[in-house]
């Protein structure tokens, strides 16, 4: 399955997010202006605190944004609510995150089945960990696998609904740098196999080496977008 | 304030719902104990009280006639202390503007001096004066119940004259606590009363001139009351001495000791049950906030906190909902105690309740609570004691699965993702599951139990006036008389059927057990008065033999085939071998009963009758009352609706007043239990749950995984506690049935509906408080933070 390549998927405008914490107001979005096309893997750069997560928490549904709009194939997800937001996430996006999330009373077929369960045209669950090469370890559950192979399992949860998207918030940032090389050529070998359209946060500068784009996001605003001509297979690097 | 102590505060109030959930079930348990125990208490203490101050008298006994003489013999019976002989009647009263028949006992008051034995507490006015003809002082639940004061008039038929009475005094006696017809077991102030009156007058009246009728007497210190009684009785037989019997066996005494049995039986049951799911509840919380503070323990060993001090940490938690808990259910038991209080005064006729609350009580609910608390948390307390510092900085490790035993059995391709979830987290934590399934269990069981004794009281009913008594009225004579006296009555104006019965005092006797009863004779061919088998059905009297209610049977260890010996009590005494042909069941009271012939012949004054069952027009009901009122030789007439009315109104009210404390106290443990339990199954979850929603899952779909365990024990617990309810009403109809109340064990559907709907109930309401929070899930929150 191969998406137009010049197809838009989010399209963001203005986009600006202030939490009240406590009673301290805090801007971790000032007005992103952002593209993101049909099938290419960007790579969200930045410091902690540079607005980085809530952008993607934004553009997943499950945040919303305090001014500006962001379009999903042109329908706003700004002015969505609760049960839109839902479907949303239901049949279009993946996820993917820091600490795995995954139920640990479910084994790692049946954390992928899930997803499949609630989806409209997924692969099947086997299918998806053996595309992160867990087949073997399918009737595992979380407490006998190691942390890469739960967040090999938690990346096969995410695209067996063959998403349009597929967001992931620091994904190596619990492993150690061999277990991060395996994870990041699941995620490389499903964009390019899947054709979804895969950002992944990181304040790893070396990861970045393996995007189409990298966007570096600093204090709420995009500094610098950045076209990499030379991508990098996941094994060359190292941290 | 110590800052760890300020934790506690802190910690209690982010808590606040689950403290409030179990708060209440200590409310609950502490309230029924402080309540139960202090009525009891008072109860008891009024009681000793009243009887030592108004002499309330150790033996009592009725005789035909006995002349003053022999009143002086008694005296000389060692044990005995002292003896005032008395002369008592019943009598027909009329009361202006109330046209049921009305019966009183008239009891005779000295003629010098006041009584020495079971006098009176006058509440009103003052004792007759024996100068003064016609005066009467009325008992005071008599009085009130007609609204009549001292100067009010009524009239009463003594001696077979019809007499005009001046009330001068309206009393109480320690020997008309409650106030009960002869043969009833139920008051009805408005149809029997109490009067006390000069004896001089009375003696005149029945021929008891130097002579009485009844005797009461007190005991020397350290006597044998079965000595006593025996030389009693051989004394006062050759006079028609009726059978001596001890304060134990007195009606009024009786009925309230067996009322305070009953009273400190619940005392008990119901606050260990409702402590014990308390103690429960403060485990399980605890250990989820040990849990949850697992870094918190961490850094306060570090700096130096002893394990000692954390664990009294969490203790004193604890002690602080305990005792907070115990401190306003003591509260709310000042307000239901007076309140219990009252209504044993409505039936109880005290002169004056002293109701406090005895520091003992108090402390005793304090420490009972506090003790239930420690216990709980004691056990998840010392979790955080064996925890090692660096151990505990660590996050925990994640929980083990495994498939269950239910989906290994090959079941597991029939249940979707969030089934599977919901299985295994119940057996994973099945000691959890199993006892939270035993707390919600017990809720319903407490349930089943209070509506138990609604059903029984109404299955009694239906037996009792509904199979074996069908007659619309009872007509007794003053004594025996000839059986043509039955076509008299048949032949008045509104009787459709009239039914002849004959009931004589008797001792039964079987080796050293002994009972004293009356034998009621009826025809074979009864069609009003029915004796029915344990199977509920009617059954033929048999021509020979004497049949015993089933109780009887028991006390007297007999059974059908077995011989029994019988005296008789009236007049001339003396003794028959009978078999016992069946056994009868019979609710209300014990009985014995013979063919109309069978009693004839063994009671050996011929074909006589004691009275009559009638079948009336209820249009001709007011005009028979008046003819049969006129009939010197009719003793008492009485209505089976008032009899059920009055049953049901003595049972109603004070059955009413009890479900509804049950089925309350039951919601709130009911509501405790599952609160907690979602509440924790939230805590422990909230992060799976939250990464489903981020996956796409709706809060509905969410919702069905923390529910959907929920409801699972739910309903694994309705059917486990309609059967310990079952239990709880069979061991509470066995505990509490005495002589007098025999309790089947009937529990209808509706019963067990309203049971199970009480606590379907709660789980909804307890879903609805948690939902909230389930759709205010953190979904960001969750997914930066690792477990």
């Given amino acids: 399955m191969s998406a137009n390549r010049s197809e838009t998927v989010f399209r963001a405008r203005g986009l600006t997010k202030v939490y009240t914490m406590g009673e301290v107001e805090v801007h971790a979005l000032r007005g992103i202006d952002l593209d993101l096309y049909a099938g290419e893997l960007v790579v969200l750069l930045g410091a902690s605190g540079s607005g980085k997560s809530t952008l993607v928490n934004i553009l997943g549904g499950l945040d919303t944004a305090t001014a500006g709009n962001v379009f999903y194939h042109g329908t706003d997800l700004t002015r969505a609510g609760d049960r839109e937001l839902t479907e949303y996430r239901r049949h279009n996006v993946g996820f993917v995150f820091q600490f795995y999330n995954l139920i640990p009373s479910l084994t790692a077929l049946e954390n992928v089945a899930l997803v499949t369960e609630i989806a409209e045209r997924p692969m099947s669950p086997r299918e998806a960990l053996q595309l992160v090469g867990l087949g073997p370890r399918a009737e595992h559950f979380p407490s006998q696998l190691s942390g890469g192979e739960q967040q090999r399992v938690a990346i096969a949860r995410a695209i067996a609904k063959r998403p349009q998207v597929l967001l992931c918030d620091e994904p190596t940032g619990a492993l150690d740098s061999q277990t991060g090389i395996v994870v990041l050529e699941a995620l490389e070998r499903v964009n390019r196999e899947l054709g979804t359209t895969t950002v992944i946060i990181t304040h790893n500068v070396v990861q970045g080496e393996i995007a189409e784009r990298i966007i570096h996001l600093k204090d709420g605003q995009i500094t610098e977008t950045q076209r990499n001509e030379q991508r990098r297979a996941p094994g060359e690097l190292t941290w | 304030m110590k800052t760890i102590n300020i934790k506690i505060i802190r910690d209690l109030k982010s808590m606040r719902g689950q403290v409030i959930a179990i708060g209440f079930v200590i409310v609950a348990g502490v309230s029924v104990y402080v309540t139960m125990t202090s009525v009891s208490n008072t109860l008891q203490r009024t009681l000793q009280l009243y009887y030592a101050e108004y002499a309330f008298a150790d033996g009592f006994a009725s005789i035909r006639r006995a002349p003053n003489a022999a009143g002086e013999r008694l005296r000389e019976i060692a044990g005995i202390n002292e003896v005032e002989t008395r002369v008592s009647a019943i009598v027909n009263l009329e009361i202006a503007d109330f046209a049921d028949p009305v019966m009183g006992l008239i009891v005779s008051l000295p003629e010098e001096g006041r009584p020495q034995l079971n006098r009176l507490y006058m509440r009103q006015g003052r004792m007759p004066d024996p100068e003064r003809e016609g005066e009467a002082a009325l008992h005071e639940a008599f009085a009130r119940a007609h609204g009549l004061e001292p100067g009010d008039q009524l009239s009463a038929v003594i001696g077979g004259r019809r007499r005009a009475l001046t009330v001068v005094g309206i009393a109480l006696s320690p020997e008309f606590l409650y106030q009960v017809q002869p043969g009833s077991l139920f008051p009805d102030p408005e149809r029997f009363g109490v009067l006390w009156m000069s004896r001089g007058g009375l003696e005149a009246a029945y021929g008891m001139t130097g002579a009485f009728n009844d005797v009461s007497f007190t005991l020397a210190p350290g006597a044998s009351v079965r000595d006593v009684l025996d030389r009693v009785d051989l004394l006062l037989r050759p006079y028609g001495g009726q059978g001596a019997y001890a304060r134990a066996d007195h009606m009024s005494h009786s009925l309230i000791s067996e009322e305070l049995n009953q009273l400190e039986a619940v005392a008990f049951l119901l606050p260990l049950i409702m402590l014990s799911v308390a103690a429960f509840l403060l485990n399980i919380v605890v250990a989820r906030l040990i849990t949850l503070q697992r870094e918190q323990i961490a850094v306060l060993k570090a700096f130096g906190y002893s394990d000692l001090a954390v664990a009294t940490h969490y203790v004193k938690m604890v002690l602080v909902v305990a005792v907070f808990g115990a401190l306003a259910g003591t509260a709310l038991a000042v307000w239901m105690g007076s309140a219990l209080a009252e209504l044993y005064l409505e039936y109880f006729h005290f002169p004056f309740l002293d109701h406090r609350l005895d520091a003992t009580v108090v402390v005793t609910a304090v420490a009972l609570a506090g003790g239930a608390a420690v216990v709980g948390a004691a056990l998840s307390a010392r979790r955080a004691l064996s925890l090692a510092p660096a151990e505990a900085m660590r996050p925990a490790p994640p929980p083990s699965y495994r498939t269950t035993l239910l989906e290994r059995f090959g079941l597991r391709k029939h249940f979707d993702q969030s089934t599977r979830i919901i299985l295994r987290n119940i057996e994973r934590q099945w000691l959890k599951a199993s006892i939270t399934v035993l707390g919600i269990a017990a809720a319903c069981g407490i349930l089943v139990m209070g509506l138990f004794w609604g059903d029984a009281f109404r299955h009694i009913v239906r037996i009792q006036f509904g199979i074996a008594q069908r007659e619309d009225l009872t007509v007794t004579f003053t004594e025996p008389t000839s059986a043509s006296a039955i076509h008299e009555l048949a032949a008045l104006p509104g009787v459709h059927y009239a039914e002849p019965f004959r009931i004589f005092a008797v001792r039964l006797k079987n080796g050293h057990r002994w009972y004293d009863a009356a034998i009621e004779g009826i025809p074979v061919e009864a069609y009003l008065r029915r004796v029915i088998d344990p199977s509920l059905k009617p059954v033929q009297i048999p021509a020979h033999g004497l049949m015993l209610t089933t109780t009887l049977a028991e006390i007297l260890d007999v ?82 609706d008032r009899m059920v009315e009055s049953y049901m109104s003595v049972a109603a009210e004070t059955l009413l007043v009890f479900t509804v404390i049950l089925s309350l106290f039951a919601g709130v443990i009911a509501l405790g239990v599952i609160y907690n339990s979602v509440r924790i199954s939230l805590s422990e979850r909230d992060r799976e749950l939250a990464s489903m929603r981020v996956l796409g899952f709706t809060r509905g779909e969410v919702s069905y995984i923390l529910l959907g365990e929920t409801a699972l024990l739910v309903l694994a617990a309705i059917p486990v506690g309609l059967a310990i309810g079952a239990g709880l009403s069979a061991l509470s109809a066995q505990s509490l049935q005495t002589e007098m109340y025999r309790i089947p064990v009937v529990l209808t559907r509706g019963t067990f509906a309203l049971s199970a709907a009480v606590v379907l109930v709660s789980t909804l309401l307890s879903t609805v408080l948690v939902r909230r929070r389930l759709h205010r899930l953190d979904l960001i929150g969750v997914l930066k933070t690792r477990e």
């Fill in chain 2, 559 to 640: 059974r059908p085939g077995e011989q029994l010996a019988v005296e008789v009590m009236t007049g001339r005494r003396y003794e028959r071998s009978v078999v016992v042909s069946g056994v009868a069941e019979q609710f209300l009271g014990v009985g014995a009963y013979m063919s109309l012939d069978a009693a004839n012949r063994l009671a050996g004054d011929g074909d006589a009758v004691s009275g009559a069952y009638l079948l009336i027009d209820s249009r001709y009901e007011q005009q028979l009352n008046r003819a049969l009122q006129d009939r010197p030789r009719v003793a008492s007439i009485t209505a089976r």
